[in-house]
């Protein structure tokens, strides 16, 4: 596939770098030398010097085809026509950044899209609706749905209490009846396992799970965690994120939303009718106190200061606030920030470039999300028929050992998986990877 | 630390791609059944085997390559082809001592095309064979050959392109490295085909034009006759030849456009004037002076002057007059262009025509802010201003060249040689072109020197091919710290 990037960015070059193994041609388009040379050095692509917007520079880089063009450069006017303009000049699909919501309103999408916009990424609404989602399942860490909620895979971080320590996957597997979750991936000290049947849990582990709707009261149960109604919550932070975020929980929650900026305040503050907005730094403990951080149950910090988010965060769990979410934009932080206590780290970079990368990959992948703590890879594929996996039951397919069949949806209903199913066509499996595993999967699917 | 078993499966599969190449001087070996085809076979066979015992001990391991691995993987297969390169000259005894046979290997790789035989055309028809591929592997680089045609490494393989083809940058013709690399054979295969094609036609036999047009593209300069070109008489012969030195000079990444039909590409391209300026002006003086003084016909003079100018520029190293008759004004100039060097990405060695280029813009810069002190004055290359970290890079490279160089003629002059001949080796080693001035002249070969005076050029010339960043870093103490 040929994939054109313009801007090399932070979302850019992280999708250059997600991208650049795979069998893709890429070429990144950048105005910026000197943010363009480490990445030449070190990606197999090709770098490009120059304007997005030049028709020349376009026409050059998109050349004969191009499946695939990207603009996700600082400024969204750029996007826009530098996407218009790539979409004229042959490319077959095209993606912009923006940064409006009202772009991506009912009716306004459609008119973009006849202009030659197929997509539009706005990375601050997709970690708003991420952060939404977290406050309405608050027992986990991460979680995603498959097939509109039929599947959904949980990250659960186990605690000292969690029921299920120093027990084997057996074990726990023997011990009811009912087949409605399964672990499909442990993430410890920094490396994620596919667990086989000995494995057992220690605390500390990011498990991940993978649950029918049934099943998930009870592997709360057994994770040591529950999940609680988020009633009020106290969000750092007026950023774009910041604000989406309140505009939709202030029609349930008490919100209480906390910025440095007096101006932004006042804008802020006539706009979000039910949210108390506050003036101040989310530093200072003694205004956090004052706002009775200690009653919250959830603390959100979304400042673009990733420091910042941490070390709030941090301070919200030590006194005792249940559910605690931090925007953390430097890469080099995440893990660091995952094992100081904070319940989740959203980063819209990562969570852009999930979204755009499921476009580059196997027409059979109908769902794709990239976890933030681990580059391991949660994909749901659509089985063709007479495909290598139907053959016959997972034990005996050689299924690649760095990737594992969670479960499934047959007739629209959900089935966990074990090494005696049998995937039939049209199954919707969903598969947690390794990203060593990502080649060999296809061929299942083929 | 340094990933080892990523460096010797790699090494394997390099290894096993060089009996490929010496196979072909066996099958040469059979065409004209030369009776000692066997020992041939054996140093393939020697060859394969050692490459594939290396590459299948760690089949299973995963290939990493980060910046060290990529120079140690670099200068090593170097050694390694050469060390490997040595077994067709020793097995069939065409040459008895391994000094001998590893400098002559290793001057075939690099391109250089200084010799220790002083009777070339009493060698069989195999080993002339198996010293020109060496140089026409060797001119455009056994790592690109190799990730042009296996596809073993993957992942972190530009580090091993940008350490090994020369240039200040590295241009890439497509977005995958893979069939960057392809296409930069394609182009050199094409030219190697088209002057065999041409020398044959102009009377030569198909053995001799195939081997000289592998030299020739290589920029190398091995002959399979004693006199060199000299030895053919024609002047068409000598004017293809010092035509396909000229196309050797060029940056190949142009080339490839020039054959795609975008001439404009190629003719605003600073470098490829500035190459075009120097080969033309040089020519003039030489051929002037050839004519003027020293009583040459005025065609001979164009057709002399400017095939040795043009070998010497591009470090071919091809003769087809000895220049130390040519008194003293001459010699000095064509001592001058030993250190010119081709265009960046060519197959040729030396300094080359952009980082000189560079160099001249900068300093006329540097000489315009005496009166502007305050003004911003950038080094445009292409219509473009370039980055002062390039500047930078160049400046570093040309002091390194002129150090390495210092210290290298008074290793030379240690053993004894005057200074002519320490000048002229040191030169020709360090700038892969071979023939030089003094004992070491067009006429004369390198056999006379002690083994450490042989093995310390073959270093050189190893130094001069890479360009020597990629050499010289391992001997930083750095890069051996994590």
């Given at each position: 596939m040929r994939i054109v990037i313009a801007g090399a960015g932070e979302v850019g070059t992280h999708l250059a770098r997600m991208l650049a193994n795979d069998n893709h041609e890429i070429i990144l388009i950048d105005t910026e030398e000197l943010r363009l040379r480490p990445i030449d050095s070190s990606l197999d692509l090709l770098t490009y010097h120059g304007s997005a917007t030049s028709v020349n520079i376009l026409r050059d880089t998109i050349g004969k085809k191009t499946d695939l063009f990207i603009a996700v450069a600082h400024s969204e006017d750029t996007n826009i026509t530098s996407a218009i303009l790539a979409k004229r000049l042959g490319a077959e699909k095209t993606f912009a950044r923006i940064d409006n919501m009202e772009y991506l309103e009912k009716g306004t999408s459609e008119f973009f899209f006849s202009l030659g916009i197929d997509n539009m990424i706005f990375p601050e609404y997709i970690a708003a609706q991420e952060v939404l989602g977290l406050l309405h399942v608050t027992g986990t860490t991460e979680f995603m749905e498959f097939s509109g909620g039929k599947l959904m895979l949980y990250v659960q971080k186990l605690e000292e209490n969690a029921p299920i320590l120093n027990r084997s996957l057996q074990e726990i597997a023997e011990s009811f009846k009912t087949h409605q979750?399964?672990?499909?991936?442990?993430?410890?000290?920094?490396?994620?396992?596919?667990?086989?049947?000995?494995?057992?849990?220690?605390?500390?582990?990011?498990?991940?799970?993978?649950?029918?709707?049934?099943?998930?009261?009870?592997?709360?149960?057994?994770?040591?965690?529950?999940?609680?109604?988020?009633?009020?919550?106290?969000?750092?932070?007026?950023?774009?994120?910041?604000?989406h975020v309140a505009s939709q929980m202030q029609k349930e929650s008490e919100v209480k939303l906390i910025d440095i900026d007096r101006d932004k305040c006042q804008i802020l503050a006539d706009t979000l009718e039910n949210t108390l907005v506050i003036n101040g730094d989310g530093r200072n403990v003694e205004l956090l106190e004052e706002e009775g951080i200690t009653r919250m149950d959830a603390f959100v910090a979304v400042t673009g200061n990733s420091e910042t988010n941490i070390l709030s965060c941090l301070l919200a769990k030590k006194l005792g606030v249940k559910r605690t979410i931090a925007e953390v934009e430097n890469m080099e932080y995440i893990s660091l920030a995952e094992n100081t206590g904070i319940d989740t780290i959203i980063n819209k970079k990562i969570s852009a470039a999930s979204r755009i990368f499921m476009h580059t990959t196997n027409p059979n992948i109908t769902e794709i999300k990239c976890m933030t703590g681990t580059d391991a890879e949660a994909l749901e594929f659509l089985v063709p028929e007479g495909a290598m996996i139907t053959t016959a039951p997972l034990r005996d397919i050689g299924f690649p050992k760095d990737a594992l069949v969670g479960g499934g949806i047959r007739d629209d209903k959900p089935f966990i998986a074990t090494g005696d199913t049998h995937i039939m066509a049209n199954d919707r499996v969903v598969i947690f990877a390794l990203p060593s595993a990502m080649k060999k999967l296809s061929k299942f699917f083929e | 630390m340094i990933n080892i078993r990523t460096v010797l499966r790699v090494f394997g599969a390099l290894l096993m791609l060089e009996s490929v190449a010496m196979a072909l001087a066996l099958l040469v070996s059979f065409i004209y059944s030369e009776k000692h085809s066997f020992h041939l076979f054996l140093s393939v066979a020697i060859t394969f085997f050692s490459g594939f015992v290396l590459h299948s001990a760690f089949r299973n391991?995963?290939?990493?390559?980060?910046?060290?691995?990529?120079?140690?993987?670099?200068?090593?297969?170097?050694?390694?082809?050469?060390?490997?390169?040595?077994?067709?000259?020793?097995?069939?005894?065409?040459?008895?001592?391994?000094?001998?046979?590893?400098?002559?290997?290793?001057?075939?790789?690099?391109?250089?095309?200084?010799?220790?035989?002083s009777d070339i055309e009493s060698m069989p028809h195999s080993i002339l064979f198996w010293r020109s591929i060496t140089q026409w592997m060797g001119g455009m680089g056994i790592i690109v050959l190799s990730l042009a045609i296996i596809g073993e490494i993957k992942i972190g393989n530009f580090q091993l392109f940008a350490a090994e083809v020369p240039g200040v940058t590295k241009d890439k013709l497509h977005p995958k490295l893979k069939e960057t690399a392809k296409r930069l054979w394609a182009i050199y295969v094409v030219f190697t085909s088209s002057e065999t094609i041409l020398l044959v036609a102009g009377g030569m036999s198909l053995f001799d034009a195939v081997c000289h047009s592998f030299t020739t593209m290589a920029t190398g300069g091995y002959s399979t006759k004693n006199a060199s070109i000299a030895a053919f008489e024609s002047p068409y012969i000598h004017a293809v030849i010092t035509l396909f030195m000229f196309l050797a000079g060029i940056n190949f990444a142009l080339a490839y456009f020039a054959l795609k039909g975008n001439f404009k590409k190629i003719l605003n391209n600073d470098e490829f004037r500035f190459y075009g300026k120097i080969c033309i002006t040089f020519t003039v003086i030489v051929s002037a002076v050839l004519w003027l003084r020293n009583g040459y016909s005025p065609l001979n003079s164009i057709i002399y002057g400017s095939f040795q100018v043009i070998s010497i520029i591009t470090t071919t190293g091809f003769a087809t007059a000895n220049y130390e008759l040519w008194g003293s004004f001459l010699l000095m100039v064509i001592f001058l262009l030993m250190f010119t060097g081709g265009s960046t990405g060519s197959t040729g060695g030396g300094i080359k025509m952009l980082r000189l280029l560079i160099l001249t813009r900068n300093s006329r810069q540097e000489l315009h802010r005496l009166l502007h002190p305050n003004a911003v004055l950038p080094v445009r290359i292409n219509g473009k201003a370039i980055l002062p970290t390039l500047i930078n890079n160049v400046l570093a490279f040309v002091v390194l060249y002129f150090l390495v160089t210092g210290i290298s003629i008074a290793i030379i002059s240690l053993m004894g040689y005057d200074i002519q001949t320490s000048f002229g080796a040191v030169a020709a080693s360090l700038g892969n072109i071979g023939p030089g001035i003094g004992d070491v002249g067009p006429v004369e070969n390198y056999s006379h020197f002690p083994v450490f005076g042989k093995l310390y050029l073959s270093f050189l010339m190893l130094v001069g091919r890479l360009e020597l960043f990629t050499v010289l870093i391992l001997f930083t103490g750095s890069f051996y710290k994590s």
């Open positions: 979750y399964r672990a499909v991936a442990i993430k410890r000290n920094e490396r994620t396992i596919i667990p086989r049947g000995s494995e057992q849990f220690q605390a500390g582990d990011l498990a991940f799970v993978v649950s029918t709707p049934e099943g998930i009261d009870e592997m709360m149960l057994f994770s040591g965690k529950e999940n609680f109604e988020a009633k009020r919550i106290m969000i750092l932070g007026g950023s774009r994120i910041g604000k | 391991d995963e290939i990493t390559i980060a910046r060290r691995e990529g120079y140690i993987i670099v200068t090593g297969s170097w050694v390694l082809f050469s060390l490997f390169g040595t077994l067709p000259f020793l097995l069939t005894g065409s040459i008895s001592s391994f000094t001998d046979a590893f400098f002559e290997t290793m001057s075939g790789f690099t391109t250089t095309g200084a010799s220790i035989l």
